[in-house]
DNA sequence: TTTCATATTTGAAACCATTACAAATTTATA
DNA sequence: TATAAATTTGTAATGGTTTCAAATATGAAA
């Protein structure tokens, strides 16, 4: 088994409207559509990755619509952002501290479910930790089969 | 012990000129000031502040020059990038991997010491690895004696 | 329902780190 | 010295993100 995280929730409309209304965030059309494809793809994707599919479905929307959205759910604690390429950053549903790797062929972002003892004592070197990030660069396992 | 990595080299002028020589780049005035910054300054510095105090000696230099030498010495194994912050890339003259630690507090970055067990060897959940990103985010040492 | 205040969305402009590019300058070679 | 190659420089372009004000939608009061 590749990883073992559970999933935070279904994905589906009710399902992400009692995400939204408990996080204190209204929630709107655009809102509910941007989070429920966070919920069903776990790709760490880019704004414009999200933006990409969602308009298929609200032709009317506009990015900043998408930044705003997210902006807004990384306040209220409901997405992790990341930076992994350096370029852009990548957005996660799965909030609780977790590894990465990217792949150098493919491109795709893995979780990693491995432990940080560091963190888990909240100290390193005397300095207080809140938060974790690590991550990986290499070949996944699927590209190191193709070769 | 905070820390126990070596030094490098000492930043002296005829110990940047070699390493740039060893490298196979052209030691020119602007490179070998860039390359001394670095090795004199541990503090995982943008373009910016690079520029900032490398201008002082070297008051016609662009900052176009600092991008191109830096992105030089990325490619020849010189210098480290590291992306901590998300809006601008660091430089780090210790291109052994190793880990980070950004004080929310001051700002400032710091070296962390320890070791990943899956870099060492070579793979995590079937993936190669290449390189090593991980950093801490808190309060460091100095600014928890401030409280 | 109508009215009015508030929240949200939108599109364009601004921002900012980084890169692209071509002209000017320096350096190396003959 | 003359010529070619490498480096530096300043400006413009790029791209992700934020700012901002106008347009639209929402919700409560009348
Ligand atoms: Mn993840
Ligand atoms: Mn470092
Ligand atoms: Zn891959
Ligand atoms: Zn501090």
Redesign the pocket.
């Known amino acids: 088994m590749v990883s073992n995280m559970k999933k935070i929730s279904e994905g589906s409309t009710v399902g992400v409207k009692n995400v939204l209304k408990s996080a204190g ?2 929630p ?4 509910l559509r941007i989070l429920k494809y966070l919920e069903e793809n776990n790709n760490h994707p ?3 990755m999200i933006y990409d599919e969602v308009v298929k479905d ?1 032709p ?13 759910f990384v306040e209220k604690d409901l997405v992790l952002p990341l930076v992994i390429t350096g ?3 990548r957005y996660d549903r799965n909030t609780k501290p977790h590894h990465h790797f990217l792949c150098e062929k493919c491109g795709k972002i893995y979780d990693i479910d491995i432990e940080c003892p560091y963190f888990k004592k909240g100290y390193v070197d005397g300095y207080k930790i809140k938060e974790l990030h690590g991550y990986f660069k290499g070949i996944c396992k699927e590209c190191l089969k193709i070769k």
Request: net charge positive; no cysteine.
């Open positions: 965030i209204k709107t059309y655009e809102r880019t704004v414009n609200i009317t929307i506009s990015k900043t619509t998408v930044y705003n959205s997210l902006n807004l370029t852009e950053v």
